[in-house]
């Protein structure tokens, strides 16, 4: 069975400062991997995807994220958190499941940007 | 544009009203889904059709119906309104093609329902 952990419900940062947000998959095959962000009273919009190239993906808005096989894992990252970051992350892996593609979603990180 | 739609944005209702909540997409999908999030938590998916006539229930139980008459219409319907049923509803859609493609899904905006 496929799964992806957001370790952490909620991160604040002040501005300015290192934003890390973490995700975790489970998966015995190399998976494809999204983060989406959400802003309030919207749906989510790809950041950025994860589909078997380089490692290291960068996305729209300054995130990237690198993909570590070694650690099943695809943290989002970005250098510098401005107040406009202020959201809800997911992260999401897709795999075949019976034949079919299927994704699922982590249960979030409400990132906070402390002026 | 190829995009997809959701309406109404918003929507408050009294119980026991029959409402449906209207998504499309112009991007020629297969794939459309429906997700249930209340504010600040995780999407649950409720609803799935890899294609016309083709409709599945999701992983979270729910009341509510849909249909898939055509390619690129996905309505959701409740019969009757409850307030359990205040939350936000995301529509979403992703393409097939060979192996499924990514499984990458591209969002509506949502609809936030309050059932007074």
């Known amino acids: 069975a496929q799964s992806v952990t957001q370790l952490g419900s909620h991160v604040s940062v002040s501005e300015g400062a290192l934003v890390l947000l973490r995700c975790n998959y489970s998966?015995?095959?190399?998976?494809?991997l999204f983060w989406y962000v959400q802003y309030p009273n919207q749906g989510l919009q790809l950041l950025l995807k994860?589909?078997?190239?380089?490692?290291l993906v960068k996305g729209i808005n300054g995130f990237e994220a690198e993909f570590k096989k070694s650690e099943t894992s695809f943290h989002l990252t970005k250098p510098s958190a401005h107040m406009s970051d202020a959201a809800e992350y997911f992260c999401a892996v897709s795999l075949m499941d019976t034949g079919r593609r299927a994704l699922t979603f982590g249960s979030g990180t409400r990132l906070q940007v402390q002026p | 544009e190829a995009d997809i739609y959701q309406t109404p944005r918003y929507l408050v209702i009294g119980t026991g009203k029959k409402i449906t909540l209207e998504c499309s997409q112009t991007?020629?999908?297969?794939?459309m889904y429906w997700y249930q999030q209340d504010p600040g938590m995780e999407l649950h998916l409720i609803h799935y059709s890899y294609g016309v006539n083709s409709t599945e229930k999701g992983d979270l139980s729910s009341e509510s119906t849909v249909s898939r008459i055509r390619t690129e219409h996905f309505p959701l319907t409740l019969e009757s309104a409850r307030p359990s049923h205040t939350s936000q509803y995301l529509c979403?859609?992703?393409?097939?093609?060979?192996?499924?493609?990514?499984?990458?899904?591209?969002f509506g905006p949502g609809t936030r329902l309050t059932v007074l």
């Open positions: 994860y589909t078997s190239a380089a490692t």
């Open positions: 979403a859609s992703s393409e097939s093609g060979r192996a499924g493609g990514l499984g990458e899904q591209f």
């Open positions: 998966s015995s095959v190399p998976p494809y």
């Open positions: 991007m020629g999908h297969d794939k």
